[in-house]
C-alpha cells in the first residue's frame, strides 16, 4: 500500500511523476518499499547475502547453482522461492555467469509469474515503464540485443515452455525480451550498503515515477534491499518530488552529458539552467588545474585496478607541486584529494588518510548544501580517522556535524544512525576518562 503522503501525477514536460500530497518535513520518511526483483551484481556475489544484502566474511553456498550465498540457512529458505528458478537457470549457464541485468530480468519474469508477489496496489505498472527503446542510438540499442538473446537463452534452459507462459502471464509490452530489458535498465535502482558502495540492483516500480532533478528534494538510502525514500528539505503539498539520478557534485555540462546517455533526457532544473556552482567548481587558474583534470583518466585507472600505491603517490605528487595554487573547493583538486584518501585508507596510512579527508570537508559544505548521503558518510570516513588516531575532540565535532546529516538522510532508526551514536558515546566517555585521569 502507498503511503497517503505522495501521488502519482502528470509534471509539465517531464510525463509521469510523484508529488506530495500533503506538506512533507525535512528529513520525514516519504515512502519505504521491498522491491519486486532484485539481485546482488556479480562482483560481489561470493560477498553478500542473495537474500538479505549483508556483507560477511564466510557465506553458505547454494550447493546446485554454486552461485548464490546466503548468510545462514534462514536467510537461505527464505530465499528459496524466489530463487528455485534462478537456480536451475544458473546452473544451465556454468560456467558463464549472465550480466546482472539480465539476471535481474529474469527474477522479474518470475517474481511477475508467481501470484503471491502481484503487485495491483503499485502506483505504477511494469506495462508503463519506460523503454526509450525509439529514441536510444543504434549502438545501445544493440548492446541490449546481446542482452536480450543471453535473457532468451539464459531462460529456455529452466524451462522450454517458460516463454509461452510468460505470453500469457505478462503483459504484452513485456512479453518481448528485447523491450524488457531496455525497460529493466532504463528502472533499476542501484542498491548500496551504509558506505554508499554499490552491492546490487532492484526494481523498485512506483520509484521509478520519480523525476530528476540535479539538486533534488528527496534522497534514497537502503537498509539491506528496503528502499527509503526521505525529504532533505520541506516540501509544500503538490511540489514534485525529485531525486537525482546521479552523482550531483559534478559540472552542469558534465551532468547532462550523462543524464543524456543513460536516461535519454536533457535537464532542465533550476541548477542547471543556472549553471549553479560550476564557477566554484572551476575555481582557481585554468592553466593550474588543468593539469590536474589532465591527469584524472590515468588516476581512475590507478584506482580500478587498487593500485593503491601508485595512485598515492601520483595523488600526493600532483597535490603538493600544482595542485598547492589550486584552491581546494576546486573540483578536479577535490577528486584527487579524495582519491588520495582512497589510497591512503587502502594502505592503512592513517594519519595521510585523515589529513586529506579533513581538507575535503570545506568543500564537501559548499556543494552539499541539503543533507545527502554522500557529505554525511563523509564526515563519518573522517570523524573515524580522527578518532582512531585518538583526536577525540576532533572526532567528536566532526561525528557531530555527521549526525546533523545523517539524521535527515536515514532517519533515527537505521543502522548507520545507530552506528554514529555508539561513536559518539564513545568519545565523550574517553573524554570523561582523559580529563578525570588528569587530576
Ligand atoms: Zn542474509
Ligand atoms: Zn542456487
Ligand atoms: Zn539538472
Not at 546481446?146 to 539464459?154: D, G, P, V
Not at 518481448?176 to 558506505?195: M, R
Not at 546490487?200 to 516500480?205: A, I
Not at 570523524?383 to 532517519?411: C, M, P, S
Request: aromatic residues 6%; hydrophobic residues 30%; contains cysteine.
Amino acid at each position: 500500500m502507498m503511503a497517503p503522503m505522495l501521488e502519482r501525477f502528470v509534471s509539465p514536460g517531464k510525463g509521469n511523476g510523484l508529488r506530495a500530497a500533503g506538506r512533507i518535513r525535512k528529513g520525514e520518511l516519504v515512502i519505504s518499499a521491498e522491491p519486486l526483483a532484485c539481485c546482488v551484481s556479480n562482483r560481489l556475489a561470493k560477498e553478500v547475502c542473495h537474500h538479505c544484502f549483508t556483507r560477511h566474511e564466510s557465506l553458505l553456498r547454494c550447493s546446485q547453482c554454486k552461485m548464490a550465498r546466503y548468510c545462514n540457512t534462514t536467510c537461505q529458505k527464505q530465499a528459496w522461492s524466489g530463487h528455485k528458478r534462478e537456480c536451475k537457470c544458473l546452473q544451465s549457464l556454468l560456467p558463464r555467469l549472465p550480466t546482472d541485468s539480465v539476471r535481474l530480468a529474469a527474477k522479474l519474469i518470475f517474481a511477475l509469474l508467481s501470484p503471491s508477489k502481484s503487485s495491483s496496489e503499485e502506483l505504477y505498472t511494469l506495462e508503463e515503464h519506460e523503454s526509450h527503446l525509439t529514441s536510444m542510438p543504434e549502438q545501445k540499442k544493440q548492446g541490449l540485443s546481446q542482452l536480450a538473446s543471453m535473457l532468451e537463452l539464459y531462460l529456455q534452459q529452466e524451462a522450454p515452455d517458460l516463454l509461452q507462459e510468460m505470453g500469457s502471464a505478462l503483459p504484452p509490452s513485456c512479453r518481448e525480451p528485447l523491450s524488457l530489458i531496455a525497460k529493466v535498465t532504463c528502472n533499476c535502482f542501484t542498491i548500496s550498503d551504509g558506505e554508499l558502495q554499490e552491492i546490487g540492483v532492484g526494481l523498485y516500480p512506483s520509484l521509478s515515477l520519480l523525476n530528476h532533478d540535479c539538486r533534488p528534494n528527496c534522497v534514497m538510502v537502503f537498509e539491506g534491499t528496503k528502499l527509503e525514500l526521505r525529504a532533505v528539505r520541506d516540501i509544500d503539498p503538490e511540489d514534485e518530488l525529485t531525486i537525482s539520478y546521479i552523482e550531483t557534485l559534478s559540472l552542469t555540462e558534465d551532468r547532462q552529458r550523462q543524464l543524456e546517455e543513460q536516461y535519454h533526457f536533457t535537464c532542465h532544473c533550476q541548477r542547471c539552467d543556472s549553471r549553479d556552482k560550476d564557477g566554484l567548481m572551476l575555481s582557481g587558474e585554468e592553466g593550474k588545474w588543468r593539469l590536474l583534470k589532465e591527469a584524472l583518466p590515468r588516476l581512475e585507472g590507478l584506482k580500478a585496478e587498487s593500485n593503491w600505491e601508485t595512485l598515492l603517490e601520483s595523488c600526493s605528487h600532483l597535490l603538493s607541486s600544482v595542485g598547492g595554487e589550486v584552491p581546494e573547493e576546486n573540483l578536479y583538486k577535490l577528486r584527487i584529494t579524495d582519491m588520495a584518501l582512497d589510497a591512503s585508507v587502502h594502505l592503512g596510512r592513517w594519519e595521510e588518510a585523515m589529513s586529506y579527508g579533513v581538507t575535503t570537508l570545506p568543500a564537501y559544505r559548499q556543494y552539499y548544501p541539503d543533507p545527502h548521503p554522500v557529505h554525511g558518510i563523509q564526515l563519518m570516513r573522517v570523524g573515524k580517522l580522527q578518532h582512531y588516531l585518538e583526536n577525540i575532540e576532533d572526532a567528536l565535532d566532526t561525528f557531530r556535524q555527521a549526525y546533523e546529516i545523517v539524521k535527515f538522510t536515514h532517519g533515527e532508526d537505521h543502522p548507520l544512525t545507530t552506528e554514529l551514536t555508539m561513536k559518539m558515546k564513545e568519545c565523550h566517555s574517553e573524554m570523561d576518562h582523559h580529563s578525570s585521569s588528569r587530576h
